[in-house]
């Protein structure tokens, strides 16, 4: 399988904005809902937007507002704009299937927030 790449992260004042991008195999985006994860240090990933086949959309409480999923179909690409970040946003950012069928897990980007 090949693996998702991600890729935008960087550093960002709190208040800040990014936007990340994910390249996935199109076997795995034309099927599944695809969602982004967050793996902050000494904590389990976990999953923080999702977005399906048909457009439906869903956010952890901890980023509803401020971050917003999308998809290109056309270029088998998921993003993550995220804006208002907040320290506790500090992690890194993977994406993939959602669901019990994934793909092989990318290397991550990492986002950090800090002044």
């Known amino acids: 399988q090949v693996p998702l790449v991600e890729s935008g992260g960087g550093l960002v004042q709190p208040g800040g904005s990014l936007r990340l991008s994910c390249a996935a195999s199109?076997?795995?985006?034309?099927?599944?809902?695809m969602g982004w994860y967050r793996q902050a240090p000494g904590k389990q990933r976990e999953l923080v937007a999702v977005?399906?086949?048909?457009?439906?959309?869903n956010y952890a409480d901890s980023v509803k507002g401020r971050f917003t999923i999308s998809r290109d179909n056309a270029k088998n690409t998921v993003y993550l704009q995220m804006d208002s970040l907040k320290s506790e946003d500090t992690a890194v950012y993977y994406c993939?299937?959602?669901?019990?069928?994934?793909?092989?897990w990318g290397q991550g980007t990492q986002v950090t927030v800090s002044s």
């Open positions: 993939n299937a959602v669901g019990p069928t994934k793909g092989s």
């Open positions: 199109g076997s795995i985006f034309s099927i599944y809902a």
């Open positions: 977005i399906t086949t048909d457009g439906r959309l």
